[in-house]
């Protein structure tokens, strides 16, 4: 029973709130010290247990004054006889006196559970009790003769009442453990004086009885109050959140009655309806939601959902709903539960809900950036990646043909390379609406990145179908182009595989397809082919390319180029990202966009990535402490095994900082082996080592890898820096979601490819961290990045 009582955390200090008395279980040894009281001098005994057993000792005063005045009636038959009637009036009044004295005393502890008690009040109190003890003693030991006389009757009463008393003062089990004991000894040491041990055996099981049931009542009553109080904190707490919600939070409460009609209607959820608390009362819940819906019956499916939630009296949580307020239309989030009268029927719903329109459009535009290249509006990798795996699988279900086009611009670079990247962009952006054109029912175009594209056919009806789209592609794109004033002519090459025959799987048919395009590029471009089990040509250059490429680290081919990263508003180098070059002793230099794919079809990018990472680690380790560096990872070696590993024994061979690396990887890597990706991932980062997000937005973009994994910078492609300086709402919005989103999630932004003033502003304009561009420098050499660090010093210090 002691186990039930708790005590106050913290120590003795006094509570100042209800939230402040916070109760834990206590021993039982512990409990028993503060029950009854023990004390020492300069100890303070809890405030709160203390609190709860004095308050309520003070409500009952006048009851216990007007017992132990009753009490001293019979008493004064008792030994009138013996003692005379002065001897028992001064008694008496003594009596009076001390139910007074006492009276008063517990009187000051009205406020107890409102202020600590001090060990002197409580002293005083306890000593009270034990001179009144000692009053009731007195004439017991005086007069041990008087039970013999015939008085029985009136002691009985007496003692009856005493023990009334005492069960009065149990709600403080010191004090009443204080009378008893001097009740009780006292009133045994008469009869043990005079050989009446039967006597002494009632009058020490009576008070030994006494005692037991003012423990008993005390640690119920105790056990009551805590419970009471524990209780009142929960409700007060509830109070104080609900109040909190509804002071600072966007969400507002609703509740419907058994009829699904608003009560009780809430200032924020009258605003969230665009009408008066009053005027909303008692109106149909979907009535008001649904708008014009409501009268023609044309409800969205989300309310429909709504409807039949409330209609079976179940639980939701998180729903979304389509509603209709003020004649627009909005998305709310809704959760309710059923709520119940005390007889347990059913009264209708309460819950919570807010307004998400603008969350669930910036969601909408997240995801379109996730499934859509921004610069040209059509579906990126991934979304073609999807539809050639449906064709495929169609195509096997049902025995007909898909096909896949890679599509490439003949002579795109060289536009790039003369006029910019701006005229390459708008060129680009005039091939996909070519494209678009050209399109059937069952056919998809897409982007897979630079000048490439793809076509996925889903429904291959006759052999002669691909060759027409192909040569239909080639005719189309090989039209000149007027882009800002310029006469543009490119050309386009088209490699071709048909599924389930060339392959039966997206990779492989995708690859076929590849190997069918480089030979077209072989041949010149502007021109078609289809795969060949025996098209070998552009194998053999890859081969020879491989070959080249396994000596390149032993014949020190490679080297690293640095491009400064540099703060948005300062200007300041704050880093710099590592670029691998490759000019090789037998074909000369080879483009990255080259030999990285093929390093990383055959794994040669693991070795080859552990030495850049190495030379980058040793390189950064002379710069300046502030300044880090960042170096591209492939998903070849995020699924390496020892990947961690060697990012530990760079670190440690070159004394580099682990918070001054930072590993950039895309979202390519989750696709093979996310989980595996992912826990190298979480690796790295428990050395305290940085991991960006590149390309974000080009490619396989999901808002899943940034809630899955804790990356330091998001990279924004140059193709939205373009589209937000040419004021693209649609730009300016991705730009603006994912900065805000990087800011959510305590994350920096970095915008890749400025060129110019006019993208500096923008990017300033929309909150970017961090700028990389050929405006604040091109890749350069070790010596080259160290002075130009110098230089950074040197002006930072003028």
């Not at 206590?26 to 303070?44: C, F, I, N, P, Y």
Request: aromatic fraction near 8%.
């Amino acid at each position: 029973m002691l186990g039930s009582v708790f005590k106050r955390k913290g120590g003795n200090s006094a509570p100042t709130s209800a939230s402040e008395d916070a109760f834990v279980p206590e021993s039982r040894d512990g409990m028993a010290k503060r029950v009854m009281g023990k004390l020492r001098r300069g100890e303070e005994i809890p405030s709160r247990l203390v609190g709860l057993q004095y308050g309520a000792l003070a409500r009952g005063a006048w009851l216990r004054f007007a017992i132990f005045i009753a009490a001293a009636l019979p008493a004064m038959v008792v030994w009138k006889a013996a003692a005379g009637g002065m001897i028992v009036g001064g008694w008496f009044a003594l009596v009076v006196m001390m139910a007074l004295a006492m009276m008063r005393i517990e009187r000051t502890f009205t406020d107890a559970e409102r202020r600590q008690l001090g060990s002197d009040e409580l002293r005083t109190h306890l000593a009270t009790v034990g001179l009144a003890g000692g009053l009731w003693v007195a004439p017991m030991l005086i007069f041990p003769e008087v039970l013999s006389t015939g008085n029985a009757a009136q002691y009985a009463v007496m003692v009856m009442l005493i023990g009334v008393f005492v069960l009065s003062l149990s709600v403080v089990p010191t004090a009443a453990m204080v009378f008893i004991g001097t009740f009780g000894i006292g009133g045994a040491i008469g009869p043990a004086i005079r050989g009446d041990w039967v006597a002494v055996i009632a009058q020490l099981a009576f008070s030994g009885t006494i005692a037991g049931g003012a423990l008993a009542l005390s640690r119920l009553y105790l056990r009551l109050r805590l419970t009471e109080a524990s209780l009142a904190e929960k409700a007060e707490t509830v109070s104080l959140l609900l109040h909190e919600f509804e002071e600072n939070s966007a969400d507002w409460l609703w509740s419907v009655d058994s009829s699904r009609r608003v009560r009780g209607v809430s200032p924020r959820f009258a605003h969230a309806l665009q009408m008066g608390p009053h005027e909303a009362d008692g109106q149909p819940l979907l009535r008001l939601i649904a708008g014009d819906g409501w009268e023609s019956g044309s409800l969205p499916s989300s309310l429909r959902d709504l409807a039949e939630r409330l209609k079976r009296r179940e639980s939701f949580s998180n729903l979304m709903v389509r509603v209709n307020v003020g004649g627009r239309s909005r998305w709310w989030e809704l959760s309710g539960t059923p709520k119940h009268d005390e007889h347990g029927q059913f009264s209708g719903f309460r819950g919570v809900g807010s307004d998400v329109t603008e969350q669930r459009e910036s969601a909408e535009k997240i995801a379109q950036l996730a499934r859509y290249d921004q610069l040209t509006g059509l579906p990126n990798r991934m979304m073609l990646t999807e539809a050639l795996g449906t064709a495929l699988q169609r195509a096997e279900q049902w025995r007909t043909r898909c096909a896949f086009l890679m599509i490439d611009l003949d002579r795109f670079k060289a536009v790039n390379d003369t006029l910019g990247h701006q005229i390459g962009d708008e060129l680009l952006a005039q091939v996909s609406r070519r494209l678009r054109v050209l399109m059937g029912q069952h056919d998809t175009c897409g982007r897979l990145g630079g000048d490439e594209f793809a076509v996925v056919m889903a429904d291959v009806n006759d052999r002669n179908a691909v060759d027409r789209m192909a040569h239909a592609i080639i005719d189309v794109l090989s039209k000149p182009y007027d882009v800002d004033h310029h006469t543009l002519y490119v050309g386009a090459s088209v490699g071709s595989a048909i599924g389930p025959r060339d392959a039966r799987t997206v990779e492989t048919l995708m690859r076929n397809a590849d190997l069918a395009l480089y030979r077209s590029k072989d041949e010149g471009g502007g021109s078609h082919f289809a795969y060949e089990p025996q098209m070998h040509a552009h194998a053999e250059e890859r081969r020879k390319l491989e070959f080249a490429l396994r000596h390149a680290l032993e014949r020190d081919e490679l080297t690293l180029a640095f491009q400064p990263v540099v703060h948005a508003e300062t200007e300041q180098v704050m880093s710099f990202e590592a670029l691998l070059r490759w000019n090789s002793a037998e074909f000369g230099p080879i483009s990255p966009a080259k030999f990285i794919p093929i390093a990383e079809d055959t794994r040669l990018i693991v070795p080859i990535g552990e030495w850049a990472l190495r030379r980058a680690c040793e390189e950064a380790a002379r710069w300046p402490s502030n300044i880090r560096i960042a170096v591209n990872v492939s998903a070849e070696q995020m699924l390496d095994a020892s990947f961690a590993s060697t990012v530990v024994s760079a670190l440690a061979s070159s004394g580099l900082a682990a918070e001054r690396l930072e590993l950039e990887v895309t979202e390519s890597i989750f696709l093979r082996d996310g989980g595996a990706a992912q826990n190298t991932l979480q690796q790295i980062q428990s050395l305290g080592c940085g991991i960006a997000l590149d390309d974000f937005g080009t490619g396989y973009s999901s808002l899943g890898y940034l809630r899955n994994n804790r990356f330091t910078t998001i990279k924004i492609d140059r193709s939205f820096v373009q589209g937000a300086a040419k004021d693209s709402p649609e730009s300016l919005a991705i730009i603006r979601a994912v900065v805000a989103m990087a800011d959510a999630l305590d994350m920096t932004t970095t915008a890749e490819g400025v060129e110019s003033e006019r993208e500096l502003d923008r990017i300033r304009q929309l909150g970017c961290t961090k700028i990389q561009g050929f405006l604040f420098g091109r890749p350069m050499g070790a010596i080259e990045a160290a002075a130009l660090l110098a230089r950074d010093a040197d002006r930072k210090i003028a």
